[in-house]
């Protein structure tokens, strides 16, 4: 037993790959579907948070439009995507619309994690998603995305969400109940790993490059998203979803893989804003805000007395004391022009000075590491 324990999650990404929800005729296994939807409107009714990203667009378009999947180009593909997301989302809502749940599309592509102004305003809008109690349905913006840029799979791309939003769980629902030693299709002595602590290249030549049919990740983007997410400090599972009502049957202890997190997803967000290499400028705040900060409080413009350097919203700032030490470092919600203008002001007026109504912080507490320099 590996110990999972949907209760214990939090905020919980899911992760279903097309394989799992395009039936062989090329439409979406309602029946299927509807049990997941019921897998998550418990976790809901139990006050958890949960954001699906689903695979799906392509195989779907690519069944309406007539077109063949293996020898399609990139062109064609990003059209079945843009036919197919339509009827994915749609799935989704009327999954969750019997259980009175409200779903949300939401389509990144990788500059929105990748890039840190972006990061802010995805973060923001999903984190206003789940305090409404909507459960967002993302996907990788295919229409737009090129060969290049692309994520490539949805199970980075889940990592890549679970990172956003801090999440401290993240379900990758696959055709197989885990990792093997081998591959089981193959080796009758490949042994099932329960839990993983730390990703070696021994676990990634574990997980081999097999790939199911339909959805284009296997095992081994798997062990890679699963490294991205513990390393964001989220607790990952693979899992099958080739049974009705996945989550609920892994809380009965179905078989699954368990990677377990580095630290929790605060700790390491912290850890990466402390070890910033550049920072593109400097805040400069009062003794309240330094007392404030030191409380675990963000930083809100009333105890910003100026700044220097060019920085942009998204960029890494230090915040200094009066005396000049560094006491914070953080993510701007404000680029310098902007954080100089509404220096000293309280948060409600931030509109009447910027002539919009941004961020009511300057410095986000999540966003930001307090050194402890004190003595
Ligand atoms: N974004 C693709 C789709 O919705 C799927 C990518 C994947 O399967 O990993 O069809």
Redesign the pocket.
């Known amino acids: 037993m590996s110990g999972f324990d949907s209760g214990d999650i939090r905020r919980l990404v899911v992760k279903v ?2 394989s799992l929800l395009i039936g062989a005729d090329g439409a979406v296994d309602v029946d299927w579907l509807a049990g997941l939807a019921d897998d998550i409107a418990g976790l809901v009714s139990r006050e958890r948070q949960v954001l699906v990203v ?6 779907l378009g690519s069944a309406v439009l007539g077109i063949n999947k293996r020898r399609a180009r990139l062109e064609d593909l990003q059209a079945a ?1 843009a036919a ?2 339509v009827r ?1 989302a749609q799935a989704w809502q009327s999954a969750l619309d019997a259980h009175g749940i409200i779903t949300a599309q939401v389509l990144l592509t990788p500059g929105d994690t990748e890039d840190r102004r972006r990061f802010l305003n995805a973060r923001a809008t999903l984190e206003r998603l789940l305090a409404r109690g909507v459960v967002p349905v993302v ?2 913006n ?1 229409t737009v995305a090129t060969e290049e840029i692309r994520y ?4 980075r791309l889940a990592a890549r969400v679970a990172q956003l939003v801090m999440a401290d769980g993240l379900l990758l629902l696959s055709d197989v109940d885990g990792l093997y030693s081998a591959d089981p299709g193959t080796d009758a002595e490949a042994r099932h790993i329960p839990v993983v602590r730390g990703i070696s290249e021994e676990t990634l030549a574990m997980a081999g490059e097999t790939r199911s049919d339909i ?3 296997g095992m081994r983007t798997k062990v890679l998203a699963a490294r991205i997410a513990t390393h964001a400090g989220c607790t990952t599972v693979v899992a099958s979803g080739k049974v009705c009502r996945p989550i609920t049957k892994l809380d009965a202890g179905a078989r699954c893989t368990l990677f377990r997190p580095e630290g929790s997803p605060a700790a390491a967000r912290k850890q990466w804003l402390a070890g910033a290499l550049s920072v593109a400028g400097r805040l400069h705040v009062d003794d309240g805000a330094v007392r404030a900060l030191r409380e675990g409080r963000s930083l809100l413009p009333v105890g910003v007395v100026g700044a220097d350097g060019e920085f942009r919203r998204g960029d890494v700032v230090s915040v200094h004391a009066a005396d000049g030490r560094e006491v914070a470092r953080g993510l701007a919600e404000y680029g310098r022009d902007e954080a100089e203008a509404i220096a000293g002001c309280r948060s409600e007026d931030i509109e009447a000075r910027l002539g919009y109504r941004g961020s009511p912080v300057v410095l986000h507490r999540d966003d930001m590491v307090v050194f402890d320099n004190d003595g």
Do not use: C
């Not at 689903?54 to 195989?59: C, L, P, V």
């Open positions: 790959g097309s689903s695979s799906g667009a392509i195989a995507a197919g997301q994915l996907n990788e295919d490539g799979d949805n199970d959805g284009s990740g």
